[in-house]
C-alpha cells in the first residue's frame, strides 16, 4: 500500500509540474503574440510613414503611392517595399528621408525577431501536443530589401536569412 501511495504522490507532482509549467508557457506564448501584433502594427506604420515622405521627391512619387496602395505585409506589400527600397538608393536623400528609411529598417528588423522568438516556441513540445497556440496563424517574416541610402553597400541581411 504504501509503494502504491509514493507512485502516486509522484505521479500528482510530475502531473502538477506540466501543469504549472504548460500555464506559463501559454503565458508567454500570449505575450509574445501580443509583441508580435505590436511589432507588425509599428512596422506597417513606418513603412507607410517612409512611402509618404518618399512620396514628396518627384521621382519617387509613383513608386511610393504603389507602396500606399499596397495593404498588409504579405508578398505583395513586399515587393511594393523592394521597388521602393531600389528608387531610394538612386536619390539624393534628404535627412527626414534617411531617418525614415532607419526607422523602418528598424521596425522590420524588430518585427522579424518576434516572428523568430514566437516560433521557436511554437515549436515545443508542450505547446505542439497541448495546441497552446491555439487558432493563431503562424506568423511569417517579412523580408525586403531595407538597407538605407546611406548605407547602400552595405549586404542586406535579405540574402542571407532563412525562415527556420
Given at each position: 500500500?504504501?509503494?502504491?501511495?509514493?507512485?502516486?504522490?509522484?505521479?500528482?507532482?510530475?502531473?502538477?509540474?506540466?501543469?504549472?509549467?504548460?500555464?506559463?508557457?501559454?503565458?508567454?506564448?500570449?505575450?509574445?503574440?501580443?509583441?508580435?501584433?505590436?511589432?507588425?502594427?509599428?512596422?506597417?506604420?513606418?513603412?507607410?510613414?517612409r512611402a509618404l515622405i518618399a512620396r514628396t521627391t518627384p521621382s519617387l512619387r509613383e513608386v511610393a503611392?504603389?507602396?500606399?496602395?499596397?495593404?498588409?505585409?504579405?508578398?505583395?506589400?513586399?515587393?511594393?517595399?523592394?521597388e521602393l527600397s531600389r528608387a531610394l538608393r538612386q536619390v539624393r536623400p534628404t535627412d527626414e528621408l534617411?531617418?525614415?528609411?532607419?526607422?523602418?529598417?528598424?521596425?522590420?528588423?524588430?518585427?522579424?525577431?518576434?516572428?523568430?522568438?514566437?516560433?521557436?516556441?511554437?515549436?515545443?513540445?508542450?505547446?505542439?501536443?497541448?495546441?497552446?497556440?491555439?487558432?493563431?496563424?503562424?506568423?511569417?517574416?517579412?523580408?525586403?530589401?531595407?538597407?538605407?541610402?546611406?548605407?547602400?553597400?552595405?549586404?542586406?541581411?535579405?540574402?542571407?536569412?532563412?525562415?527556420?
Amino acid at each position: 500500500m504504501g509503494h502504491v501511495l509514493n507512485w502516486l504522490a509522484l505521479a500528482l507532482v510530475i502531473i502538477g509540474f506540466l501543469g504549472v509549467y504548460s500555464a506559463w508557457t501559454a503565458g508567454r506564448l500570449d505575450r509574445l503574440h501580443l509583441r508580435l501584433d505590436a511589432a507588425r502594427t509599428a512596422l506597417d506604420a513606418q513603412l507607410r510613414e517612409r512611402a509618404l515622405i518618399a512620396r514628396t521627391t518627384p521621382s519617387l512619387r509613383e513608386v511610393a503611392q504603389q507602396a500606399l496602395d499596397t495593404p498588409g505585409l504579405g508578398q505583395e506589400r513586399g515587393q511594393a517595399e523592394n521597388e521602393l527600397s531600389r528608387a531610394l538608393r538612386q536619390v539624393r536623400p534628404t535627412d527626414e528621408l534617411n531617418d525614415v528609411v532607419t526607422r523602418a529598417s528598424f521596425a522590420r528588423q524588430f518585427h522579424n525577431d518576434a516572428v523568430r522568438d514566437a516560433l521557436a516556441l511554437r515549436r515545443r513540445w508542450v505547446v505542439r501536443l497541448l495546441h497552446l497556440a491555439g487558432h493563431a496563424p503562424r506568423p511569417t517574416f517579412f523580408e525586403i530589401d531595407d538597407a538605407t541610402p546611406s548605407r547602400s553597400a552595405e549586404i542586406s541581411d535579405v540574402a542571407g536569412s532563412t525562415a527556420p
